[in-house]
């Protein structure tokens, strides 16, 4: 009887599904939102900013990215959340509590997109400025940085929980940094073309934000993978905390 209520205890099947912060509906549900406004408006409005591209490339590309960043908010969302869930909250649960987070994004992606356009509106400042589009971008990019704000605090409480979930975090964060300087240094110094043979190259600020992406994408996994089968090799019979959990 004792061990059952313990058990029972344990699974805490009350637990409110937005939760805290940092939890898996409301990490999935923010990433989502915010991947498309930071990929269709803030990186391409920061582009044309800084001179990397013409103006008239935001407008084009605005809507295609903002559809692929709404799209990998949702994937890492889920991911993160997950991987970052709560202490009781079982990987099946994360994952569907990530999904009902997904779910009620969709409405606010609309209202995303109204955000991503007032960014857009960056590329008509650059041609010519007038005081009224100035005062619609402005707010746009407020909304805009304000909502990848909130994103990022309930991604970084979601990855915080991963760290320590995580037996190898040390030396996976060592090599994960490692990464991304590496990423930094060799895509600066190369930049590729924005579009194939356009001779349109990446900026600083474009090239750090590449070098996250397969830091993000490609790094990471690949360290945990590493270490993971490190770990089984030469350390078989430790229990190592929550591995593959």
Request: hydrophobic residues 55%.
């Amino acid at each position: 009887m004792q061990l059952n209520a313990t058990v029972n205890a344990s699974e805490t099947p009350r637990t409110p599904v937005w939760g805290r912060q940092g939890s898996c509906a409301r990490v999935a549900f923010t990433w989502t939102v915010a991947g498309g406004i930071a990929c269709g408006g803030i990186l391409v409005g920061t582009l044309t900013l800084t001179g990397a591209v013409p103006s008239g490339f935001q407008l084009l590309a605005a809507p295609v990215l903002f559809l692929v960043g709404v799209f990998l908010g949702l994937v890492h969302g889920i991911i993160l959340g997950t991987v970052g869930r709560p202490p009781g909250i079982t990987r099946g649960g994360a994952i569907g509590r990530g999904l009902v987070g997904g779910l009620a994004a969709l409405p606010a992606v609309l209202a995303g997109w109204v955000v991503t356009a007032g960014i857009s509106l960056t590329a008509a400042l650059v041609e010519e400025f007038t005081v009224r589009i100035f005062v619609m971008a402005a707010i746009a990019w407020i909304i805009g940085l304000a909502f990848c704000t909130w994103a990022g605090l309930e991604g970084l409480s979601a990855l915080r929980r991963a760290v320590e979930r995580w037996p190898e975090s040390r030396a996976g964060s060592i090599l994960t940094a490692a990464i991304l300087v590496v990423s930094t240094v060799v895509l600066l110094r190369y930049p590729p073309d924005i579009i194939l043979d356009s001779g349109l190259r990446l900026n600083g600020v474009g090239a750090f934000a590449l070098a996250c992406a397969v830091t993000l994408w490609l790094g990471l996994p690949l360290v945990i993978v590493v270490l993971r089968y490190t770990h089984t090799l030469f350390l078989p019979h430790s229990s190592g905390g929550e591995v593959g959990t």
